[in-house]
C-alpha cells in the first residue's frame, strides 16, 4: 500500500472501478494524494500489478462489518452419531430412535450406526432392514443425505433435517404436532343451538267473587 509498493509502473484502477491504464508509480502516488485515497495493491502478481485507489481505513471497516454479519447468518450444522445393534429390542430402538428424533428436531444431522458382530456379519440384509424402518417412521423430520452403506463391520446411514435448525420446534413439532392439529381439524365444533322463545305462562284462571257473607 502507498510507499511500500515496490515496483516502477503499474495498472491502475480509479476508485469506481474504471481503468486508469498503466502509469508510473509515482503518478500512481500522486493521482492517490490528490483525491487523498490510498494506492493499495490488488493483484500483486500481475505483470505490471494491478493498483486500485480506495480509502483503505474504511475497506477494513466494511469488510470486517461483512464478515461479522456472515457469521452471525451462518448455522452450525452438528453432526450428532447413534448406534444400533441389528437385533436391537424394541425397548432400546424405540429410546435410541427418540434420541435420534430430538437431534433431528433441534437442527442437527444424524449418523446411524449398524454394528455388526460375529456371525452377524453374514446378515447385512438385518442391519438394512433395521435402517430402511427406521427411514420411514422419521420420514417427516428428515431425508437421507448418505444412503446405507457397509463400512468394514458397520453399516452407515446419515440423516439430515427437512426444516432448518429451530423451526421444527417452532412448529409443534414432527408427527406429533402435526396429528395434534389434524385432530384439531376434524374435530366437529359444537355449536349452540339458537334457544327456542319459550311458550308464554297460561294466565291463571279469575276466580268469581265470592258473595259476602250473610
Not at 450406526?113 to 435402517?131: A, D, K, N, V, Y
Not at 322463545?197 to 265470592?210: G, T
Amino acid at each position: 500500500m502507498n510507499d511500500q509498493i515496490r515496483t516502477k509502473e503499474v495498472r491502475l484502477v480509479g476508485p469506481a472501478g474504471e481503468q486508469v491504464g498503466i502509469v508510473s508509480i509515482d503518478k500512481a502516488l500522486q493521482l492517490a494524494a490528490d483525491v487523498d485515497l490510498d494506492l493499495v495493491e490488488v493483484a500483486p502478481t500481475a505483470r505490471p500489478p494491478v493498483c486500485k485507489l480506495m480509502d483503505y481505513g474504511k475497506y477494513k471497516y466494511e469488510s470486517a462489518q461483512k464478515a461479522r454479519a456472515s457469521r452471525r447468518n451462518q448455522q452450525q450444522t452438528v453432526i450428532k452419531e447413534m448406534k444400533l445393534r441389528p437385533k436391537i429390542d424394541k425397548h432400546d430402538y424405540e429410546t435410541k430412535k427418540g434420541h435420534i428424533v430430538r437431534f433431528l428436531t433441534a437442527g442437527d444431522k444424524v449418523k446411524i450406526t449398524i454394528m455388526f458382530r460375529g456371525r452377524e456379519q453374514s446378515r447385512p440384509e438385518l442391519g438394512r432392514r433395521l435402517l430402511d424402518k427406521l427411514a420411514e417412521e422419521i420420514s417427516d423430520l428428515a431425508v437421507i443425505e448418505s444412503a446405507a452403506k457397509q463400512d468394514g463391520r458397520n453399516m452407515i446411514m446419515v440423516v439430515a433435517p427437512i426444516r432448518p435448525k429451530g423451526e421444527i420446534n417452532k412448529a409443534g413439532g414432527g408427527r406429533k404436532g402435526r396429528d395434534r392439529d389434524e385432530a384439531a381439524e376434524a374435530e366437529p365444533v359444537e355449536q349452540a343451538e339458537p334457544a327456542q322463545a319459550a311458550a308464554p305462562a297460561e294466565a291463571p284462571a279469575e276466580k268469581p267473587d265470592e258473595a259476602p257473607a250473610t
